[in-house]
RNA sequence: CGGGAAGUAGCGCAGCUUGGUUAGCGCGCCUGCUUUGGGAGCAGGAGGUCGCGGGUUCAAAUCCCGCCUUCCCGACCA
């Protein structure tokens, strides 16, 4: 709660029955009855797939929002590549093929016919893309050439998860090409750091480390990959998107030459980034609490519900007039009137959805003007004057973001430890998140670390862990000084 | 894909070991009345190809075989 100038006449903490399984007690269950009981996603009929139900799809498109914007004003325009995609054009990129080959869904048939070559439901479109790109690029005035495209895929997981791995997915997937190597390096940090950490950290408001992935865990086909690992609510990690530097790796497969200012013949040098509906699984693992989903105000469909508790012509046009004054204000307002339904179910029920705050209007508190102001995040109630509850509403979600952050980095600090030595990394990994300097980790002590089903999930450069990673960065390969942050992940 | 568990009404489960009338229970749903300040109460009611396919049998939710799906733990990933 914010401290406000008049002081709430009463304050105090909801006190209510369980409504899931608490977290501590079974966090896998506590995820999958949130996502059932906010009424987020289902599973669809066939395996891996994913109903994404109306509450769950309006953070996504919030999500979209947030990223479309920053993606746009990196100068990237949005296009569309189709669904289907010849299985030659995989097989051009050998590692590629090699990363994804186990995970494709293959159109085999089609107009009841055999295909006379079977057709790849894309798992993601390097290689229509860039089969585009090579018709595009000539000259270096054609460059840097940069797309993003919003798009299903497909990849035939074996152990789906609702939100976090699921056969199909929704997401983001950028595409660029450059004429230098520099640039390309430049371009994929840009949109780590502008795009993905800004849209983490300051609407999704989950803290988020950033830096480059392990040879082992880079994406098929890239010469670097970096990556925003967040840590969740039982101290996993889960990548929360990835930018990708390709080299010319998928240039030479495709020939995507250009002329340059020298009249030289070059292959571009380019970069592939993406964020997924995952991230709606980060929001509800880093921010859940045991009474359900907690939503930053970005991100919620709904910002503030004003709850009936039982009608009366009185209480209904106060809820009515404060519904209309902080739609006035520039809020996502619902006005629940469902009085035929019991007051606690629907106070259970907005809590489990996340809606950050909830005005109640009852007879008794109207009878001396007032009314009650319950914040979602911290479950505390105010009760104030009903002239001063569309301010207090205001002031509270303008503080909920912020609060919810700092909630969740204090959570990683908390469960992020510094060791010496890979026996070390592994004990304290079991619950969160060990840093161990990668001079001292190699790739020997990641093959160890793989039996204790833990990984690298990022080298940072020494010092400031939670700095960005920085583009203007020259030194690239310093590597003895970067920090390994070693954790188990989703 | 390997190891483990499970599929019976929308959800959660019992029944199965030892086959045998009409397959039960809780929640939810519908109707009515009383309620509503933290998951309301009473009364009445609707809802089932017992995951799918095959087999054994006079008879299968129950026994046998195959498949599918879900969950947990691994390997793979946004």
């Not at 269950?29 to 109903?51: D, F, S």
Request: glycine share 8%.
């Amino acid at each position: 709660m914010l401290p406000t100038p008049d002081a709430p006449a009463a304050a105090a903490t909801v006190g209510a029955k369980a409504a899931l399984t608490s977290r501590s007690e079974d966090f896998p269950r506590w995820y999958q009855e949130v996502v059932a009981r906010a009424e987020l996603a289902e599973n669809g009929p066939v395996r891996g797939t994913m109903v994404i139900r109306p509450w769950g799809y309006a953070i996504w498109e919030r999500l979209q929002s947030a990223l479309d914007l920053r993606i746009k004003a990196a100068g990237v325009e949005n296009a569309y590549f189709p669904l289907f995609i010849p299985e030659s054009y995989l097989r051009l990129e050998a590692e590629h093929v090699e990363g994804f080959s186990p995970e494709l869904a293959v159109v085999t048939h089609g107009g009841g016919r055999r295909l006379e070559e079977p057709v790849v439901v894309r798992p993601t479109s390097e290689t229509v893309v860039n089969s585009y790109f090579a018709r595009w690029v000539q000259s270096h005035r054609d460059l840097p050439l940069l797309i993003n495209q919003w798009a299903n895929v497909v990849r035939w997981e074996l152990r789906p998860r609702l939100f976090l791995r699921t056969s199909e997915f929704l997401w983001q997937e950028g595409h660029t090409a450059h004429a230098t190597e520099t640039d390309a390096y430049a371009f994929a940090l840009r949109i780590l750091n502008d795009v993905y950490v800004e849209t983490m950290t300051e609407v999704a408001r989950i803290p988020v480390l950033t830096g480059e992935k392990t040879e082992r865990e880079r994406f098929a086909g890239a010469t670097r990959t970096w990556t925003c690992e967040g840590m969740m609510g039982d101290g996993k990690a889960l990548q929360m998107g990835t930018s990708h530097e390709l080299g010319q790796n998928f240039a030479r497969a495709f020939g995507i030459q250009f002329t340059s200012e020298e009249g030289r013949l070059e292959y571009a040098w380019q970069t592939s980034w993406g964020v997924s509906t995952r991230l709606i699984g980060a929001l509800i693992m880093a921010h859940g609490d045991d009474a359900g989903l907690r939503l930053p105000p970005a991100l919620a469909p709904i910002e503030v519900v004003v709850l009936l508790v039982r009608d009366s012509s009185d209480v209904r046009s106060a809820a009515d007039t404060l519904a209309s004054r902080l739609r006035d204000g520039g809020h996502r307002v619902r006005l629940d009137d469902r009085t035929d339904t019991s007051f606690g179910r629907r106070s259970v029920d907005w809590e489990l959805k996340g809606v950050p705050v909830r005005v109640e209007i009852g007879p008794r508190d109207l009878a001396d003007g007032k009314v009650t102001v319950v914040t979602r995040h911290t479950r505390s109630k105010a009760t104030v004057g009903i002239e001063r509850a569309a301010g207090m509403v205001s002031e509270v979600l303008a503080g909920v973001g912020e609060e919810l952050y700092r909630e969740a980095l204090a959570a990683r600090r908390a469960r992020t430890v510094e060791v010496s030595t890979v026996p070390e990394a592994a004990e304290a990994a079991a619950g969160g998140f060990a840093l161990l300097r990668w001079s001292e980790l190699g790739e020997q002590g990641e093959d160890a670390l793989a039996a204790h089903a833990m990984s690298v999930r990022c080298l940072h450069p020494a010092g400031d862990l939670e700095a960005a990673v920085r583009s203007d960065r020259e030194d690239r390969s310093d590597r003895a000084s970067l920090v390994a942050v070693v954790a188990r992940s989703y």
